[in-house]
């Protein structure tokens, strides 16, 4: 039963190929890949835009995007105050505690056990209210956070936001590309590898950006991946576009089974 099935619904023709669509086909099929295209350097114009420079440095680098997702974690106002024209009134043993609960991200059950009773013994002299001077309050938690607030880049939170917008949009957009795409006479292996490419890239990408948030080296793979979907759709969309209106079928051809 299931044998007969198969042969009666196995088609014994060729796939279809560009050249077997209508003009109608033709002309949806490009007026789509040419917005996709545009759609695809706007959003590129819009990243260098938004990462140019994040690292004080013009243009988009590995830094830029590290700097985004990671932070710059080695830079708060109070660590550089204790390295440089605080460091006469604190120990180097205590500005170790201090650089270290700085680094874990400045917690507030670290303060109380740890910070507060350095600060209150070499700093709160000059760093409180009552000593009337306009310099930070470091009698508090509070103040304290002021001068302590580590750039982690990129809060979870927002990133898991942008992640789904990402992966919802560009699977639909890598769809609609590559319902047009299979259309193309090309070998098949090369074919069903750039089909699934830009599948692949956008979930590496996507995934580098959360590894990146835990450890800066991952920003390579996020460049990486980027370029490679970028890449994958630049070539579907150019074969696409050239095989619908140059490519033409030849006469000769015979069924391919
Ligand atoms: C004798 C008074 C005095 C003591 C003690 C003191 N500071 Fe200061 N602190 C100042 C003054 C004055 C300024 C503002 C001028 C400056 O930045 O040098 C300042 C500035 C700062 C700033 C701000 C720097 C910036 O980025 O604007 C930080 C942070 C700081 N101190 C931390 C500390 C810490 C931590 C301690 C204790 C280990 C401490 N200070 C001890 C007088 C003091």
Redesign the pocket.
């Known amino acids: 039963m299931n044998q007969q099935h198969q042969t009666e619904s196995c088609p014994a023709t060729r796939p279809r190929r560009f050249y077997d669509c209508t003009l109608n086909e033709k002309l949806l099929y490009s007026s789509f890949l040419l917005l996709a295209g545009i759609a695809y350097m706007m959003a590129l114009a819009y990243l260098y835009t938004s990462f140019d420079g994040i690292d004080g440095k013009p243009g988009l680098s590995v830094e830029d995007v590290a700097e985004n997702y990671y932070g710059n974690r080695s830079g708060t106002?109070?660590e550089?105050?204790?390295r440089g024209?605080?460091a006469s009134?604190?120990e180097i043993e205590d500005r170790n505690h201090v650089v270290e609960w700085l680094k874990s991200g400045a917690p507030k059950a670290g303060y109380e056990r740890v910070i507060k009773p350095?600060?209150d013994e070499?700093?709160i002299?000059?760093?409180s209210a009552v000593s009337g001077?306009q310099?930070?309050d470091?009698s508090s938690y509070d103040g304290v956070k002021q001068?302590a607030n580590v750039d982690t880049g990129v809060s979870l939170h927002s990133l898991m936001k942008v992640s789904h917008i990402h992966l919802f949009g560009i699977a639909l957009v890598a769809l609609g590309i590559g319902l047009i795409f299979r259309f193309a006479l090309l070998p098949a292996w090369f074919q069903h590898t750039l089909t699934l490419l830009p599948f692949i890239a956008i979930f590496i990408d996507i995934s580098a950006w959360f590894l990146t948030k835990w450890d800066p080296t991952y920003a390579y793979t996020v460049i990486f991946a980027g370029g490679l979907l970028g890449l994958s759709w630049a070539l579907q969309i150019f074969i696409s576009l050239y095989q619908i209106w140059f490519l033409r079928c030849r006469v000769e051809v015979t069924s391919e089974e």
């Open positions: 106002r109070l550089s105050a204790l024209s605080m009134y604190i350095i600060f070499r700093c002299a000059c760093h001077l310099i930070p470091l001068v």
